[in-house]
């Protein structure tokens, strides 16, 4: 389902916020100054956040990613998914900011903070 044809864009900087179970991710949604790509969220329940916030609601990643590049993304979705979600972005180059924590173990940390390195690295 692709919710993206009407949303708004506002603002300079462009984000994807994925995963809106978090308070912060739902208060990004409804920045004056972002104007944001998409809400991706696989639970249905939650296109009512995005709307409420004038954004366009996909329920998966890659509906998203052939909308538009985003130009920032916020990660804030269960620890079980993030990796996926990291990897995907990394390889499209996309600056990420994932929600604590980094990761459920060091290693998984170290891996975040490499893919984050990558994404960024010119």
């Not at 104007?35 to 998203?64: I, M, Q």
């Not at 996926?84 to 600056?95: K, S, T």
């Amino acid at each position: 389902m692709n919710d993206t044809q009407g949303a708004k864009y506002r603002g300079e900087i462009s984000g994807l916020v994925v995963g809106l179970g978090h308070r912060m991710s739902t208060r990004l949604l409804a920045h004056p100054v972002i104007g944001t790509v998409a809400a991706v969220d696989p639970d249905h329940t939650r296109r009512s956040v995005a709307k409420k916030a004038r954004v366009g609601f996909v329920t998966n990643l890659d509906e998203a990613l052939r909308v538009r590049l985003p130009g920032f993304a916020v990660v804030a979705v269960p620890h079980a998914a993030y990796r996926d979600v990291l990897e995907r972005l990394a390889g499209l180059r996309v600056p990420t900011l994932k929600e604590k924590p980094l990761g459920t173990s060091l290693a998984d940390a170290k891996v975040s903070v490499g893919l984050t390195r990558r994404a960024t690295r010119t």
